[in-house]
């Protein structure tokens, strides 16, 4: 009797924009690290109310980003920001540790860094507390969704 050789892909969670990888299945996460960064991207992402078994999830950074059409003050949208990912990741992801954050517009943007005007880029830093003080960062820029 013949054994069918399984081609299943192991991951830990979906890898976003959902892509077509193999016979059907969408590209997975293999690493924590990848993992938790999905995550992370996921929780920041979701406005506050969008999920309906539990619209605590999420933030109000979408709403924030709709705000970015308006002249900004850095230290003011970099405090608001940075509240809702503290808030966030204290409530639902507590083994994150936050180093720091930075917001970005277009006029201050680090070197290598293309902001357009009406986005900010959002740079952190974090760590992982029970994967041995595993470091990542973390970038994402944010639009006016107009």
């Known amino acids: 009797m013949t054994e069918a050789i399984s081609t299943r892909t192991v991951g830990i969670n979906l890898k976003f924009p959902l892509r077509a990888y193999r016979r059907g299945f969408f590209e997975m996460n293999t690493t924590t690290l990848a993992a938790v960064r999905e995550d992370i991207k996921i929780l920041l992402l979701t406005k506050k ?13 979408p709403i924030l980003a709709g705000q970015l059409f308006e002249p900004h003050n850095r230290e003011v949208l970099e405090g608001q920001i940075g509240a809702e990912i503290r808030g966030a990741l ?3 992801m507590p ?27 959002v740079l952190m830093q974090y760590t992982l507390e029970n994967a041995s003080g595993i470091s990542d960062s973390l970038a994402l820029t944010l639009d006016n969704p107009q």
């Open 49 to 61: 109310g969008e999920r309906l078994i539990n619209p605590d999830i999420g933030t109000n950074i």
């Open 95 to 121: 083994y994150v540790k936050l180093k720091a954050i930075n917001v970005y517009s277009d006029v201050d943007a680090p070197p290598g860094r293309n902001v357009q005007r009406n986005q900010a880029l």
């Open 90 to 92: 204290a409530s639902w």
